[in-house]
């Protein structure tokens, strides 16, 4: 897993270690991780009990070979071997909150899925990252035991541009950034964090100890309905960001009291809203945006019309057997700027 971008001395902080504040103001997305798909995906938790979203295991894996490429082709990727012992693992985001120099193993919501985080603890030690691991017990605790933390929840607002490793036969890139610029990401400024049937608020005051204070960074609880009101597990199933100040929201009720919830205009953000809920979800990366196809025409034509206002390229993969166990695009990725 040798990755050549990324500081090659070995640092693990357990979770009583002191952490050093994050990095520089302008940081690169240098690599980000993924996780193969396991035989076993087929029992990947989900709320859809009907036979007609039954996963199709060969799919899936066919899906994410297309991720995963393309995720090789912009930036270079650490890809884990996947676990017959845990079918949701592909689901990598939600094991750890990553933020420059500093990283957070969380505790993720779903007892089953605990034991997914070893492999990514393993992976961001080897790239010496000031790790925090709510898994660990130590003097004093951090955040109870009680705590729970799925990246899914946790929206970072951030302003990747420029192409890292990008190879030709990627696509066509008339609209992108500037050749040869040198890929940056803006410092964010607030952590959003949805209350939800996996993230509590013992998890927050978690992720306020990690990543608030000297850094600041303002950590934002935001509550979300069930998934039994919403189908949305996550934040992030909801609100994803394109850039520092530009968010991806449904339109509707949803939408509103998400927005609402997260002080989103006060705080300096606008959202472009789009009839289809799944069409929310995106990876913004280095000047590319990865995105699930969407049958709703408004949604599509709004979604191409913004972006191409930006000078992003889209990236279409489809989703439609993650989609059957409530994962969205973001979920298998970890992205790193260190």
Do not use: W
Request: aromatic share 4%.
């Amino acid at each position: 897993m040798a990755i050549t971008m990324v500081p090659s001395a070995l640092r693990s902080s357990g979770i009583c270690a002191g952490r050093s504040p994050l990095r520089s103001f302008r940081r690169s997305y240098t690599c980000a991780i993924t996780r193969g798909i396991p035989n076993t995906f087929g029992d990947a938790l989900s709320s859809k009990s009907d036979a007609a979203v039954t996963i199709s295991v060969p799919k899936a894996k066919e899906e994410h070979a297309e991720y995963v490429s393309f995720m090789r082709k912009v930036l270079p990727t650490i890809h884990l071997p996947a676990s017959d012992e845990f079918p949701d693992c592909p689901f990598v985001e939600d094991g750890a909150v990553v933020i420059g120099n500093q990283a957070l193993i969380t505790k993720i919501g779903a007892k089953t899925r605990e034991g997914e985080v070893d492999a990514i603890r393993t992976a961001l030690t080897q790239l010496g990252l000031d790790i925090t691991d709510m898994n660990e017990e130590c003097e004093g605790g951090i955040g109870g035991s009680n705590a729970t933390v799925d990246g899914g929840d946790v929206l970072f607002p951030v302003t990747s541009f420029g192409i890292v490793g990008l190879q030709t036969d990627v696509g066509d890139t008339s609209n992108n950034v500037e050749a040869g610029r040198s890929p940056t990401v803006s410092k964010g400024r607030h952590l959003f964090v949805g209350i939800s049937g996996r993230t509590n608020m013992e998890g927050t005051k978690v992720l306020e100890k990690v990543f608030g204070g000297s850094n600041s960074i303002e950590i934002v609880p935001v509550p979300i309905p069930t998934i039994e009101e919403s189908g949305a597990l996550h934040l992030k199933s909801i609100v994803t960001h394109i850039d520092e100040s530009t968010l991806l929201s449904p339109k509707g009720e949803l939408g509103d009291q998400v927005l609402a919830a997260m002080g989103a205009k006060r705080r300096g953000y606008t959202a472009i809203r789009l009839p289809d809920i799944s069409a929310c979800n995106v990876v913004a990366i280095n000047g590319y945006v990865i995105a699930t196809p969407t049958e709703c025409v408004e949604s599509q034509e709004v979604f191409e019309r913004e972006m191409k206002r930006r000078n992003l390229n889209i990236k279409y993969i489809t989703n439609i057997e993650y989609a059957k166990c409530d994962g969205a695009m973001t979920c298998r990725s970890i992205l790193l700027d260190i």
